[in-house]
């Protein structure tokens, strides 16, 4: 398979966007990689499935326990409660800055690049969002891009969960491809 010998984070809590989290979990494991959620909670997450809250998925792995060498890549489901809970969590922030600072991929979707605002690596990237965040996205210094899927040196981004098979397919290359040499951290 593909990604065999592969493993990837998921970063999430309670809120995350139910599709965000499970399409490309599903799609990454149909890929051979060995798949963790992530998140500071212990036990389960609830997930929100379009206008109501949706089901829970087993946290493998706390967030104090996490080393991200562990890991080839590191994927960021959005929702609107899951990424604005982790983006004042000071050890998710420094989890997304460890990947993108080592040059692993970075897959963030929907309201995810808040994140990615927050750890200060969006600056002069090309990128995509939820629309309602672009004005965000752009301030942080991101070059905004109305696209399913924009990619720019293994720091993924896409816009909904309609982007979810582009999104998880660039996913599945880019970590096939391994690590980003080239680029550099953000200024």
């Avoid at 398979?1 to 984070?9: E, P, R, T, V």
């Avoid at 489901?77 to 040059?103: S, T, Y």
């Avoid at 963030?108 to 995509?128: F, N």
Wanted: proline share 3%.
């Amino acid at each position: 398979m593909k990604l065999s010998g592969k493993k990837i984070a998921i970063l999430a809590t309670n809120g995350f966007e139910q599709s965000e989290l499970e399409v490309p979990r599903d799609r990454l494991k149909e890929a051979g990689a060995a798949v963790e959620v992530v998140s500071p909670e212990a036990g389960t997450i609830r997930g929100w499935d379009k206008k109501d809250w949706g089901g829970t998925v087993k946290v493998d792995r706390a967030l104090d326990d996490v080393k991200f060498g562990d890991y080839d890549a590191l994927v960021l489901p959005g929702g609107q409660i899951n990424p604005d809970l982790l983006r004042v969590d000071a050890k998710a922030i420094e989890l997304v800055r460890a990947f993108f600072d080592a040059k692993k991929v970075v897959a963030a979707v929907c309201h995810a690049p808040w994140l990615l605002i927050e750890a200060g690596v969006i600056k002069g990237r090309k990128v995509t969002s939820y629309h309602s965040i672009k004005t965000d996205v752009i301030n942080a210094g991101g070059k905004w891009e109305n696209a399913a899927v924009v990619n720019d040196q293994g720091l993924i981004t896409s816009r909904n969960p309609g982007d979810l098979d582009a999104f998880s397919a660039k996913i599945i290359e880019e970590v096939a491809e391994g690590l980003h040499k080239g680029r550099s951290a953000a200024a």
